[in-house]
């Protein structure tokens, strides 16, 4: 008795299926399930992939062994349109069978019939789980290098003990909330009022998927984004469950205000948003300045993650 792998479209009736893969697959993610949910409606039409095997004496009794989500980045700002593969998944038992293989070649192919003119696997903002592949998911990076993906920087994101954080007093915010005060600086809550002038802003200082990605901060209840106001204009925001709820970011201060210690306030008032909320271990995602985190809140490098890129056609 043999068995036959076959791709076909998912759909929403596989979900609870795929959750169950992702969780068990994703072992360093334990918020896996919710990571299926994310990526599965920021996946381009059609990119939502099944591979199932089945005896070929019973093929009406399929196994579903791996699934693969993907999305197109539009072309933009002089950048070609880019396929992202955000998640292929084959459990331990299937793998070194070519499932994976096929599963990445399916999703590249259907990328690519819907305009992407380069390949990537690497973070699609403003819907993203990760940077990239997360280094102790081996099989994954070995895929990727053994089908023709060339390596781009490598990303980290940085860890927060958020109870360690409070012991210490890093979450404590009222005498600086109280200084910037005094300089004509408001700290606050967002508010879904704030949404059109903070997206202008944010679009004209720092360009990017921010501003997207703060809408969306701003619709979450309570608005799990902050800012810094003076005379009615924006300084400064730092936001968090955006993506994921353990995740903080994105954070930016207006060129004109850094040097107050406005980033520091702001990024202090999202991590006790989170400790208040029962997260144990905040995740600073795609991390810059790892310098300033480290002095700012303890922060502590974690994950790493390799990024990668395909020329079409490659």
Not at 145 to 157: I, K, M, Q, T, V
Not at 211 to 238: I, K, W
Request: charged letters at 25%; hydrophobic letters at 45%.
């Amino acid at each position: 008795m043999t068995k036959r792998v076959a791709m076909r479209q998912a759909s929403p009736d596989d979900l609870p299926a795929l959750r169950a893969l992702a969780r068990d697959a994703l072992v360093h993610d334990p918020d896996a399930p919710a990571i299926v949910d994310l990526l599965w409606h920021a996946a381009a039409g059609g990119c939502r992939i099944v591979a199932e095997t089945a005896d070929t004496a019973e093929p009406a009794d399929p196994a579903v062994v791996g699934f693969a989500l993907g999305s197109l980045r539009p072309a933009r700002d002089g950048q070609p349109a880019t396929g992202h593969v955000d998640l292929l998944v084959v459990p331990a038992g299937h793998r070194g069978r070519g499932v994976g293989r096929a599963l990445l070649a399916e999703v590249e192919r259907r990328l690519i019939a819907a305009g992407a003119a380069r390949l990537r696997i690497r973070g699609n903002p403003p819907t993203h789980a990760w940077p990239g592949i997360d280094i102790r998911y081996t099989p994954a990076a070995c895929l990727a290098e053994s089908a023709g993906y060339e390596r781009l920087l490598d990303a980290n994101n940085m860890v927060v003990d958020l109870a360690a954080a409070e012991r210490d007093g890093f979450l404590a915010t009222d005498a600086d909330v109280r200084r910037l005060a005094d300089l004509g600086v408001e700290v606050r809550r967002g508010e879904p009022a704030d949404e059109e002038a903070l997206r202008t802003w944010i679009e004209a200082e720092f360009g990017g998927s921010w501003a997207q990605e703060c809408s969306t901060a701003l619709r979450n209840e309570p608005p799990t984004l902050h800012v810094a106001v003076r005379d009615g204009a924006f300084l400064g925001f730092a936001a968090h469950g955006v993506q994921r709820v353990p995740v903080f970011g994105p954070m930016g201060t207006d060129g004109a205000a850094r040097g107050l210690g406005i980033g520091a306030v702001l990024l202090r008032r999202c991590l006790a948003d989170q400790h208040e909320a029962g997260v144990a271990v905040a995740e600073i995602g795609w991390v810059g300045p790892v310098r300033f985190y480290s002095r700012a809140v303890g922060a502590r490098l974690g994950r790493v993650f390799w990024t990668f890129e395909k020329a079409v056609g490659a």
